[in-house]
């Protein structure tokens, strides 16, 4: 590991201050990515800035009825907030499919969003990887990309993002607000990460320099009947090979309105929004749900050894929607 | 800017004020066990894939491994040697022994650490990933076997002594329905001798 700097720092502008003058900085929230890629030779910071004392550290309801979670809010805070859990059920459940007891309560809300793909490639320094070395080439392509991308990917990369917290974000309409040496912004999650095309190395939309200040979920009535459903080859504590967050407001049978994203098969968290135009206003049907599931996947271009994710990606839709179907009439 | 890559920090270890000078990429694992002496808390992947190094920050469990020991300064950090009361063990301790919730008894300390935490989480009201409804209104599910393997999934054990932890966890859980301070609270306690 690269030696460096270490800076703790108390005010949001002191942070943004302190990135501005030393551009080979890195914020350091939680440290469970940033940390282990620097073990790995991945990142070479020359200065960490300890954003973890920062006042943003909590949950609060928006006059609309919505919530702000502030940036340093721990995975662990988020799944466990009442609010959270009654409101956005899936978003709780989300967060608690990823990693361990440990890591959530070590790990941010800002920096789960800016967390690296786990492709075994980009964090092998002795292969190629488009995204650690643009230009340098893509081994996955014709090699190990069993859980690589089957929407939105390129030639150029078929890395996944790993977030689960993403997913049930991206079908709230979470927004991200930053905060910039020249001022504050925001970008909805659905925009945050850039598409990957021929530059699968630049990965979000945030202008250089900022850093996350938070995330304001705004009111989703629809999100009281949710759920996130995450596959994945073992029981527990592994990343996703395909996930779900749906939410469903069903009545008298016709769907009046329906939330749904996908996890671990694009670059970013996959907000299916042909599948919701397909269902809105029409039957709460198993027949419905695959239509639906397959509009959504028509776009899907898989690789030799990742086709198995089309199938996963329908029956998740249909067996999730169907259970909150059933449960909507209860 | 000329930055300084060390420094002198002050870690609070089980209650003991500790002065070292680290280098900044120091994890917390290594001030432990190169720095401090304190060899209880181990080393397995050194990428926070196993939880041997599980430790409690402020009361959390937290791995140690990913943890920068020049970012754990000002937090209250108990390592597996901190968490019995003087000879008397932590219930926790004490139902890994009575039920060989081990084998070879590497990742013990940090099944302990984290065990104590679920514990504690479970009793805070916390769901998991093998909660059914996780909206407040459902109340706290008991820790059954589901539960306790579902929050004890990031301490990793290659004897496979899965059966018996489980086991223990659920005894000391009971255990800890009687009265009894919280290894948290006798940290704070160490230097005062109230509560002993």
């Known amino acids: 590991m690269k030696e460096f700097g270490y800076r703790r720092v108390s005010d949001v502008s002191g942070a943004v201050a302190l990135l501005g003058a030393e551009p080979d900085a890195r914020f350091l929230g939680g440290g469970t990515n940033l940390v282990d890629l620097m073990k790995a030779g991945v990142e070479r910071p020359g200065l960490l800035i300890d954003v973890r004392e920062l006042p943003l550290d909590r949950i609060e309801a928006t006059d609309d009825g919505g919530l702000r ?3 340093t809010v721990t995975n662990s805070d988020l799944a466990a907030d009442p609010e959270v859990r009654r409101r956005y059920p899936a978003l709780a459940q989300a967060v608690l499919a990823g990693a361990s007891g440990q890591l959530r309560n070590m790990a941010t809300v800002g920096g ?3 967390q690296r793909t786990r492709c075994g490639y980009f964090t092998d320094l002795t292969k190629p990887c488009n995204k650690r070395v643009p230009g340098s080439g893509c081994p996955a392509i014709k090699g190990e990309h069993r859980n690589h991308a089957i929407l939105g990917a390129s030639e150029h990369c078929a890395a996944v993002h790993p977030s689960d917290m993403g997913v049930a974000l991206a079908a709230f309409d979470a927004v991200v607000s930053y905060e910039t040496a020249h001022g504050p912004g925001e970008l909805p999650l659905t925009e945050f990460y850039l598409p990957v095309g021929d530059t699968p190395h630049l990965e979000t939309a945030l202008p250089p320099g900022a850093l996350i200040t938070g995330i304001t979920l705004p009111p989703a009535p629809v ?3 949710s759920r996130y459903r995450k596959v994945r080859e073992r029981a527990s504590y592994a990343f996703a090979i395909g996930s779900l967050a749906a939410a469903l407001d069903v009545q008298d049978g016709v769907i009046r309105e329906v939330r749904l994203a996908f996890g671990a098969v694009a670059s970013r968290p996959w907000r299916a ?8 206003g029409g039957p709460a049907s198993a027949e419905a749900f695959a239509a639906a599931a397959d509009a959504e996947l028509a776009a899907a271009r898989v690789l030799p050894h990742n086709g198995f994710k089309v199938t996963l990606m329908r029956n998740l839709v249909v067996a999730t929607l169907t259970e909150l179907t059933e449960e ?3 | 800017m000329a930055l300084s890559t060390s420094s002198a920090i002050t870690l609070n270890v089980n209650g003991e004020k500790r002065t070292l000078p680290v280098d900044h990429r120091t994890t917390l694992l290594d001030a432990l066990r190169e720095h401090l002496d304190l060899t209880g808390t ?9 939880g041997a190094c599980t430790v409690l920050l402020d009361g959390r469990r937290a791995v140690a491994c990913l943890q920068l020991a020049v970012a754990a300064e000002g937090r209250a950090i108990t390592t597996i040697e ?4 003087g000879e008397r063990l932590h219930p926790v301790q004490q139902a890994f022994l009575d039920l060989d919730g081990y084998q070879c008894g590497y990742c013990t300390p940090g099944q302990i650490c984290s065990a104590i935490a679920v514990i504690e989480e479970h009793a805070a009201g916390w ?3 093998a909660t059914t409804d996780v909206r407040p209104e459902a109340g706290v599910p008991p820790l059954t076997a589901d539960e306790i393997r579902e929050r004890m999934s990031g301490n990793l054990c290659r004897c496979g002594a899965y059966v018996s932890i489980v086991q223990a966890v659920a005894q000391a859980a009971e255990a800890e329905q009687a009265p009894f301070s919280g290894p948290v609270d006798r940290v704070d306690t160490a230097n005062t001798e109230v509560g002993a």
């Open chain 1, 328 to 330: 909507a009439a209860r």
């Open chain 2, 82 to 85: 901190g968490v019995a009361d």
């Open chain 2, 42 to 50: 181990k080393k397995g992947c050194d990428q926070g894939q196993c």
């Open chain 1, 112 to 114: 789960n969003l800016l």
């Open chain 1, 223 to 225: 999100a009281a009947l």
């Open chain 1, 69 to 71: 979670i502030g940036a």
């Open chain 2, 127 to 129: 769901p998991s990933a």
């Open chain 1, 273 to 280: 929004r042909e599948a919701e135009r397909v269902l809105a």
